[in-house]
């Protein structure tokens, strides 16, 4: 079974630029979750779709960020224009209905906002 | 006050030795706890889970619950330098569909 898949692996980008980043769930699993990691800190929870529909974004920093999840499949989350401090390792993690605290992660995404 | 704490580390322990983890929340309601293991540039991988006050016992490692004290730790017996990685405490919250994170203990398994 093929676990959760992100790309690109790393990004390295200038201020103001615009980043789309894109991950693929596990097959059937409903649940899909964005996180973030800046350096030192904890890993934060930026938000939550069941298949297409977006449960809970509150953690999401601020317009700047768009995520969307068409059709119930793949993800992607899109920074414009990206700043300094978007700079982390972004994760997403997919689980399924029901054993929602159970999350598989992908290996992440580097971005780094130059 | 966070939500989730962990104590960053790191803690260094030798090998054979019984490393313990700690792990306190904020939300008298949370009824769940995980830890997650991740090894240094990998994701975060799930490990043990508990939701009854008490032990629960997974091979070499112990989660230890205690919900009148918000406090949840893991122990690794016999701990080997494969087990260095940073270890994550996770509570769900917002109705459980959100999982909030601690900052992560780092464990190192000195040879």
């Known amino acids: 079974e093929a676990g959760v898949t992100q790309f690109p692996s790393h990004s390295v980008i200038e201020k103001g630029q615009t980043v789309t980043l894109r991950c693929d769930p596990i097959s059937g699993h409903d649940n899909l979750y964005w996180y973030r990691r800046v350096m030192g800190k904890e890993i934060k929870f930026l938000l939550h779709?069941?298949?297409?529909?977006?449960?809970?974004e509150s953690g999401m920093p601020n317009n700047r960020f768009l995520a969307e999840r068409t059709g119930g499949t793949y993800s992607t989350l899109k920074v414009q224009p990206a700043e300094l401090e978007d700079s982390g390792v972004y994760f997403c993690?997919?689980?399924?209905?029901?054993?929602?605290?159970?999350?598989?992660f992908g290996s992440g995404t580097q971005l780094s906002v130059l | 006050q966070k939500e989730v704490e962990q104590n960053s580390g790191p803690l260094s322990v030798p090998e054979g030795a019984i490393a313990s983890l700690n792990c306190t929340y904020s939300?008298?309601?949370?009824?769940?706890f995980f830890w997650y293991r991740q090894y240094s540039g990998k994701s975060p991988e799930l490990i043990m889970s508990i939701y009854s006050n008490g032990d629960k016992e997974d091979g070499r490692f112990t989660a230890q619950l205690n919900k009148a004290s918000q406090y949840v730790s893991l122990l690794i017996r016999d701990s080997q330098p494969s087990d260095s990685a940073t270890y994550l405490c996770a509570v769900p919250s917002g109705g459980y569909q959100k999982v909030t994170f601690g900052t992560g203990t780092k464990l190192q398994v000195i040879p």
């Open positions: 939300d008298r309601v949370s009824q769940s």
């Open positions: 993690a997919s689980s399924q209905v029901g054993g929602g605290e159970k999350l598989f």
């Open positions: 779709f069941v298949k297409e529909s977006k449960q809970d």
